[in-house]
């Protein structure tokens, strides 16, 4: 585009040439009709110039009449030599009869008294008519001008002729001066057209320097340099044009940064957005893949720019291009070759010119994995709930079904079937109990009220009712129960914790009696209690029967439990370790399990702990 132009293709040559030929066509045209104008005028001059006056031509006439020829002829050669005339080489004065009468030219005045030989003078006396004639002599290379003019006899009124009088002049004169005026003319026309050619070239230059400097500017603008100005000379239409050039280039900057920063903006948006974007071109071919949807797919830009987007998404075989175009719908990605087990929502939608026509498509991606789990523990959670009320209520209305036909009225198994029915009640609202103390954690519904306690003397204090509970069930005589020891392995130091202690009696509650539950019986409960440099740490030991190392990250789910009949034959809800777990999660502490099957299982309390008071330089750490 941007081609060297060849001078001879420049406007510049172009005008110049223009100039100089107009110049000289002009002064080829004003030449020739001034030199023929000249000439025509210099020979008309020179014609009248060498015309024999008519007194002569009378005096010459009265002497041809003359009957005695040699005094005639005298007087003729007087006549003739009176005519001092330079523009005349020859004359001859001829009689009617042809025969030379007078003759000024020195050498050829012994032709006197011969007949004439030139058939132009023999012409004349017989017709009468003047004849002229321009000759060219070959022997001295001159151009010769002749007239012949007849002699009338004038007295009477015939005119008969008497003779001719033939005159012969040097034209050379007449050419030379006009062959100097030509060449005085060309060598002006020469130098008026150097001068123009100059002063076109000038011009030119004046008119196509600002054109350059224009071309130059928009190819610069082309490239996008704005930086240059195109000088503007002058107001004409070439200052005009200039100016518009200049406001053009400031123009197209403008528009040209509103687009570099709106696209930097469109970047930034793009980097920072929590979906993923890609964007297509008509073909389907990624054209732009932001950081997330690289993160999502597990590739990097530079490996699938270019690439089909059907087989970057991994849907080659469902769906084509067209399908994508025409439906736009949202699509459920869940078999992507990535590490992670996630499932991500496209969401399709068409890039448009504002005709119509398509140029790409835009796809969304947003990761929906953990939507799509809490979905499925909504949908698990509530099976669950419905199972764990309608097991109970399926084995009480037995009961009452069998009360009510008639076993009401046996006194040995009617209040066994209605202990069985209160116990169930009872489990029922426990677990509806325990479901709405959930649920207002779930909700954020419950506040911690917190107060400075020692943990050291509320863990014993817990302890210590679950010993006297023991004591009151070996006074009790009547049921027999199981058998536990606790053992206390206890720091001496007083560790004030932050808590809310109804809600921390309730979870050691709950583990120490799920130790007994699953202990067998005369088992040892080992607690101990423990601090690291900013944690305090409670354990509960037991020598039951363990939990599957599979099924250890799931007890701390709702209604989870390893052994379903045995744990509810214990009257367990299953919802008593979540309840925990959530307690301690809003102390910002932490709960655990660490168990082997078959030997006993260790559940472990973490709670933030800040040092309070003074002499605990051995904190170190
Ligand atoms: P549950 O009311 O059934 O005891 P939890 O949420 O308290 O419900 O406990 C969930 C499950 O974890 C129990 O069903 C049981 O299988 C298991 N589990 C809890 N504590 C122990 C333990 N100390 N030893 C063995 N298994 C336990």
Redesign the pocket.
């Known amino acids: 585009m941007n081609k060297k132009l060849h001078f001879f293709q420049s406007i510049h040559f172009k005008i110049a040439l223009v100039f100089a030929l107009l110049l000289f066509i002009t002064f080829q045209i004003v030449g020739a009709v001034f030199i023929q104008r000249l000439k025509s005028e210099n020979l008309k001059q020179f014609k009248q110039n060498i015309e024999i006056p008519a007194y002569v031509n009378n005096m010459l006439v009265t002497q041809l009449n003359e009957a005695d020829t040699a005094k005639a002829n005298d007087k003729i050669k007087t006549i003739l030599d009176d005519i001092n005339n330079n523009n005349i080489s020859d004359i001859q004065v001829v009689d009617a009869k042809g025969v030379i009468r007078g003759e000024n030219n020195v050498n050829n005045r012994s032709m006197i008294g011969q007949k004439v030989t030139n058939t132009n003078i023999t012409q004349v006396l017989y017709s009468g008519r003047t004849f002229t004639q321009t000759m060219y002599n070959e022997r001295d290379n001159h151009r010769y001008y002749i007239s012949i003019t007849p002699l009338f006899n004038a007295s009477g009124n015939n005119n008969t002729v008497v003779g001719a009088i033939y005159v012969r002049a040097n034209l050379e004169n007449v050419y030379d001066s006009v062959n100097s005026v030509t060449v005085i003319f060309i060598t002006a026309a020469l130098i008026a057209t150097g001068i123009g050619l100059a002063l076109a070239i000038f011009v030119s230059s004046a008119i196509t320097r600002p054109i350059d400097e224009m071309k130059k500017q928009t190819a610069r603008i082309a490239r996008g340099d704005y930086s240059g100005q195109v000088h503007v000379y002058g107001q004409d239409e070439l200052g005009q044009l200039a100016q518009a050039v200049n406001n053009l280039s400031a123009r197209v900057e403008e528009a040209q940064e509103a687009t570099e920063s709106e696209r930097r903006r469109l970047d930034l948006i793009l980097a920072h957005m929590s979906d993923g974007v890609i964007a297509t071109d008509r073909g389907g071919k990624i054209t732009i893949i932001n950081e997330m949807a690289c993160e999502a797919l597990e590739v990097s830009a530079t490996e699938v720019t270019g690439r089909s987007i059907l087989d970057v998404l991994n849907i080659r075989d469902q769906y084509s291009i067209r399908e994508l175009l025409e439906s736009q719908d949202e699509i459920i990605l869940e078999d992507l070759d990535t590490m992670r087990d996630q499932i991500l929502n496209a969401n399709f939608s068409l890039i448009q010119r504002r005709s119509g026509f398509i140029i790409g498509i835009v796809c969304v991606l947003h990761d929906i994995t953990e939507q799509q789990k809490i979905d499925r523990e909504r949908r698990q959670f509530v099976s669950n709930v419905s199972h764990e009320l309608r097991t109970p209520l399926t084995s009480m209305r037995s009961y009452i079904e069998a009360l009510n036909e008639g076993a009401w009225q046996d006194p040995e198994i009617a209040p066994a079937f209605l202990k069985v029915t209160q116990e169930e009640t009872d489990r029922m609202i426990r677990m509806i109990n325990d479901l709405l103390s959930l649920s207002r954690m779930d909700l954020g519904k419950v506040e911690l009220e917190l107060e400075l306690v020692n943990l050291n003397e509320l863990f014993n204090y817990i302890l210590d009712r679950f010993d006297m509970m023991l004591e009151k069930d070996s006074n009790d005589t009547r049921e027999v129960t199981k058998n536990y020891t606790i053992k206390r392995d206890f720091t001496d130091k007083d560790l004030w914790v932050e808590v809310d202690t109804d809600k921390i009696i309730q979870v050691v509650d709950?583990i120490m009696n799920?130790?007994i539950?699953?202990s067998p019986d005369g088992g040892v409960i080992t607690c101990r209690l423990l601090e690291t440099h900013n944690h305090v740490i409670m354990s509960i030991t037991?020598q039951?029967?363990?939990?599957p190392k599979k099924e250890i990250s799931h007890?701390f789910e709702r209604f989870?439990?390893?052994?379903k009949a045995r744990?509810r034959a214990?009257g367990?809800?299953?919802?008593?370790?979540?309840i925990s777990k959530e307690v301690i999660e809003m102390h910002r502490g932490r709960i655990w399990v660490d168990?082997t099957e078959g030997k006993g299982?260790t559940?472990y309390i973490s709670l933030p702990y800040e040092e309070y008071g003074e002499g605990d330089l051995w904190d170190e750490e």
């Open positions: 709950n799920n130790a539950k699953y037991d039951g029967l363990g939990i007890i989870y439990r390893v052994d744990s214990q367990g809800t299953g919802l008593g370790l979540a168990s299982s559940f």
